[in-house]
């Protein structure tokens, strides 16, 4: 499968714990970026990577959150002290920003529920 | 930032007929509006996407108008099958100033009816 890829695909876990996400992009795209998505809702920007740096993030919803992309390829979100709050699907997606129209692919998401 | 409406949220037709759902976007530097198809726990996926130096584009039975005056943008789809049922998203991007996020809008709910 070459699409865009995330780890693992559920996570329940307890209030106030540490929870850490992997996307993996399409091999050859540059771009990388994090939304979060609420039931009945449309995915909500949340921070992107071209390569290794992270060129927005003032979007990411509290300083519980904190996303990586150490070496331009897979990246990390991690979401400290989890409260009920954050119980939402995680989406990652992936460009590349040679291509005419830049179309952002999708991965099949995280889906975390708090308890 | 950018502000994206959608309507309906709910939509029902019966098989073969035409389906259209609407979005309106605030910033007029938008210029890249793409819809994609969400079906229940799956992933968002592209079906159509416009820039806005286009007016409309088609791809089969599914067209894209844009109308940058007015800011607003259409998703038709014709002939209406029931596989088309799902949630879709219209959604906008302004890439200036290196800006490449997606706004999207609320989501329309298709039903088909066969």
């Known amino acids: 499968d070459t699409g865009v890829s995330q780890d693992p695909r559920h996570k329940i876990t307890k209030r106030g714990q540490n929870v850490t996400f992997r996307c993996d992009p399409i091999?050859?795209?540059?771009?990388l970026y994090w939304y979060r998505q609420t039931l009945g809702q449309g995915p909500e920007f949340l921070t992107y990577?071209?390569?290794?740096?992270?060129?927005?993030k003032s979007r990411l919803l509290s300083d519980r959150f904190s996303a990586e992309r150490p070496k331009g390829s897979f990246s990390t979100l991690e979401i400290q002290r989890t409260e009920q709050g954050d119980s939402a699907m995680y989406l990652c997606?992936?460009?590349?920003?040679?291509?005419?129209?830049?179309?952002?692919?999708f991965g099949p998401g995280t889906r975390l529920l708090v308890l | 930032g950018e502000n994206v409406e959608q309507h309906p949220s709910t939509l029902s037709v019966q098989e073969g007929d035409s389906a259209v759902i609407k979005c309106t976007y605030s910033?007029?530097?938008?210029?890249?509006f793409p819809w994609y198809k969400q079906e229940l726990g799956k992933r968002p996926q592209l079906i159509i996407d416009?820039?806005?130096?286009?007016g409309e584009k088609k791809d089969q039975r599914i067209a894209v108008t844009l109308n940058k005056t007015a800011k607003h943008f259409s998703l038709h789809i014709t002939e209406t099958q029931p596989e088309d049922s799902a949630v879709y998203f219209c959604?906008?991007?302004?890439?200036?100033?290196?800006?490449?996020?997606?706004?999207f809008g609320k989501g329309t709910k298709l039903s088909v009816i066969p």
């Open positions: 997606a992936s460009s590349f920003s040679g291509g005419a129209l830049e179309t952002q692919y």
């Open positions: 091999s050859e795209h540059n771009r």
């Open positions: 990577f071209q390569n290794e740096a992270q060129l927005e």
């Open positions: 910033d007029s530097a938008s210029n890249y």
């Open positions: 416009i820039r806005s130096n286009v």
């Open positions: 959604a906008a991007r302004y890439s200036g100033a290196g800006s490449y996020q997606l706004t």
